[in-house]
């Protein structure tokens, strides 16, 4: 009978504690939200976290994108050849730059960088009891450490996103251009043919939301980290792999939201 049982029960469990970190991660969200319409706002914690998380995180976004909208022409050349359809590249590279890839591998690109550097902090600020002083200094750290760092994600990666769907259709273009034997001329009239208002907004808009649950979810980790040096690790790893999978549910989610219809 405990043959039957206890697969059984070890999955509930396991639907609970997901149930009971779920409502907690709610919960910390909601109280770091609530900061914003209470001052006093730390101005210089979110210009810090913004250039943080915006301006350093610029390199690796930009060639992420430009070698993805790269490999995107070449792969749609290849299989699109079969067809006699090449002609359809530039669309497809502009379609899937704005609408997926831009906001998907910044948001992983930045879950790696930033989520992880901001669980790290605030973890060994945990566990080095510098939280504690805050509180002891009348310092919310809510509102000190968490606030600013989820304004600041949500803000920078939707601009990171907009330089990488550029640098994305660019990477296609140059690709298109110099090897596969594309006319310049033609390839940018077929690319702002096929560009549309609204993929670029649900990309921005996808961002916004990615920026906010990477910052969530490296706060969330590192404030409520434990047990030393290797809580910090257990909280660092966390937060990147809770991350990128929040980032790829939302976007599944967002999309067939947006473009279900």
């Not at 609530?34 to 301006?55: A, D, K, M, N």
């Not at 002083?133 to 606030?147: G, I, R």
Request: hydrophobic residues 55%.
């Amino acid at each position: 009978m405990n043959a039957v049982l206890d697969p059984i029960a070890a999955l509930g469990r396991a639907a609970l504690g997901l149930i009971k970190q779920a409502g907690a991660l709610a919960l910390f969200a909601l109280e770091a939200l609530s900061h914003l319409v209470r001052p006093p706002f730390y101005w210089r914690i979110f210009f810090s976290s913004l250039i943080e998380t915006g301006f350093f995180s610029l390199p690796v976004v930009a060639l992420t994108a430009l070698f993805s909208g790269a490999v995107i022409a070449l792969q749609s050349y290849v299989g699109f050849g079969q067809y006699h359809v090449q002609s359809a590249i530039a669309g497809i590279v502009v379609l899937a730059v704005t609408r997926e890839l831009g906001p998907v591998l910044a948001g992983l690109m930045v879950a790696g960088r930033v989520g992880a550097a901001m669980s790290a902090q605030i973890g060994t600020m945990r566990v080095t009891d510098q939280i504690d002083a805050l509180t002891t200094l009348s310092t919310d750290p809510m509102k000190y450490l968490v606030t600013p760092r989820l304004l600041a994600g949500t803000i920078a990666l939707p601009c990171l996103v907009l330089v990488a769907d550029i640098l994305g259709v660019m990477g296609g273009f140059t690709v298109s251009v110099a090897k596969l034997g594309f006319s310049p001329s033609t390839y940018i009239t077929a690319t702002l043919d096929s560009l549309k208002t609204m993929d670029v907004v649900v990309g921005l808009v996808k961002a916004a939301v990615f920026g906010f649950l990477i910052a969530l979810l490296g706060c969330y980790n590192g404030y409520n980290s434990r047990g030393g040096a290797e809580g910090v690790g257990s909280a660092t790893t966390a937060a990147v792999v809770g991350a990128s999978i929040l980032l790829l549910l939302f976007d599944y989610l967002l999309t067939d939201l947006f473009f279900s219809q």
